[in-house]
């Protein structure tokens, strides 16, 4: 019992030497506002994340599937949508200090968060197995490098960048937002110069045909980052202001996204590929190597590593600080041992499955955040952790992704997401007003 004792004392010691080191990440309490960090800090923690080349990848499929004009208007809505969205729940971290985890506990219970914030965290993780996995497939497809091993070089990293916190987070922003606005705004810029701004502007779509809904398009451009998006108070607890908060969350949604998007877009318009893969060759990356220029191709390279090594880190941040939180961790713990199985997930090609996770986002995520906003902005502002268990945010959440799946089979030209948010939060307000007195929290001292 003693050496058990003694073992726990020198991981604690550890622990806190590490924090000396790195700063503390208060995976348990609120962010005091002393340990607040900079607008221009925040602000390279989001903007970081979006600008990436999964981005550009998804305006090309955006322009494939529905025609220029149509995409460009998907991608502006989307992405207002989500200012509107992430911005709300970062200014409930920005004014608890919360992380998304102890936010939870307050809607759903001291129990009844796992549910949410384990969902959560989870797809989080399998977000970093994603851009990790389509890390060393790119590398490995375009220098005839061994794709496990580029996989694994390229988790590594990532994890080592998540190890150090939301310090990592600032610096690897700090280097892959000037990459990407440099070579995407050149890639983008040396494509369009092949043909016309008119041909660009009223591209019709893959082989002339649009097929994908305007509906769809928006449940594209939300579901991206709609995981990240909910647990927006991981990195706007950091925020010192309510106007710092809302500054970091508009330089991602819909600035940083909607570069991104539109570099992916305007390449898939102008170059008006037959059938374009931008999974394979035909993105920004396969661009800039198609050039066969010895100097751009090692750009390129480390280009990819740092761009998705900046989502990969943050998606990894979150999944750490959520599941650390739920086993009563440190995060960077669980960011060793989640990373560790990201990377075991990541070379087994769970990348390809992109779409069809996208989908599975816009049916389970977005009642969450809008049973949260009514709980934290009209119901219940001032509530902190009491119940065990809040049955009234589970049936709304049910409701919702109910409503999603439904029209997902049954009405495919509406939004997926939209349709589960808007439900979702409409049922809970409902089921909070006819709670009446009972619903009512104690007050936070």
């Not at 607890?237 to 877009?265: K, Y």
């Not at 750009?299 to 761009?307: C, D, E, Q, S």
């Not at 119901?379 to 952790?385: E, W």
């Amino acid at each position: 019992m003693n050496s058990e004792t003694n073992a726990g004392v020198a991981v604690r010691h550890n622990e806190e030497k590490i924090d000396e080191i790195f700063g503390h990440e208060y995976e348990h309490e609120p962010v005091p506002a002393a340990a607040r960090r900079s607008l221009f800090s925040v602000t390279m923690v989001w903007i970081g994340f979006p600008m990436i080349i999964t981005g550009a990848m998804t305006g090309s499929i955006l322009v494939l599937g529905m025609g220029f004009k149509n995409a460009l208007v998907a991608m502006i809505i989307g992405n207002l949508i989500m200012f509107a969205y992430v911005g709300s729940l970062g200014l409930i971290g920005t004014r608890r200090g919360m992380n998304f985890a102890l936010i939870a506990s307050i809607v759903f219970g001291k129990n009844g968060y796992v549910l949410a914030s384990g969902l959560l965290s989870t797809l989080l993780l399998g977000w970093y197995a994603v851009q990790t996995g389509i890390t060393g497939a790119l590398i490995s497809s375009t220098f005839g490098l061994n794709y496990i091993a580029m996989t694994v070089v390229a988790g590594l990293l990532y994890i080592a960048i998540t190890f150090v916190g939301v310090r990592g987070l600032h610096w690897i922003g700090m280097a892959s937002v000037p990459l990407f606005v440099i070579l995407g705004i050149w890639a983008a810029y040396d494509a369009a110069t092949t043909t016309t701004a008119s041909a660009i502007f009223n591209y019709a779509g893959n082989n002339g045909t649009a097929t994908t809904s305007m509906g769809v398009g928006l449940t594209v451009v939300i579901a991206l980052f709609i995981d990240a998006g909910t647990v927006t108070s991981d990195f706007n607890r950091w925020a010192a202001t309510p106007t710092a908060s809302l500054v970091s969350t508009f330089s991602a949604f819909p600035f940083a996204n909607l570069i991104a998007m539109l570099v992916g877009g305007v390449m898939t318009a102008a170059l008006a590929v037959p059938n374009a893969n931008p999974f394979g060759a035909d993105n920004m990356f396969g661009y800039m190597n198609g050039k066969h220029i010895a100097w751009l191709s090692v750009l390129a390279f480390i280009f990819l590593y740092a761009n998705l090594g900046s989502v990969c880190s943050h998606c990894l941040y979150n999944a750490a600080t959520g599941w650390s939180r739920i086993l009563g961790t440190h995060m960077r713990i669980m960011a060793i041992v989640l990373g560790a199985c990201g990377i075991v997930v990541a070379a087994g090609n769970v990348w390809a499955f992109f779409i069809q996770w996208l989908s599975l986002l816009g049916i389970l995520v977005p009642p969450i955040g809008a049973i949260i906003l009514i709980d934290q902005y009209v119901l219940r502002r001032n509530a902190s952790i009491s119940a065990d268990w809040r049955p009234q945010p589970f049936i709304a959440w049910a409701i919702g992704s109910l409503c999603a799946f439904l029209v997902e089979f049954w009405l495919p030209g509406l939004s997926t997401a939209i349709s589960a948010a808007v439900v979702g939060g409409v049922v809970y307000y409902g089921l909070g007003i006819a709670a009446g007195a009972d619903e009512k929290a104690p007050r936070a001292a």
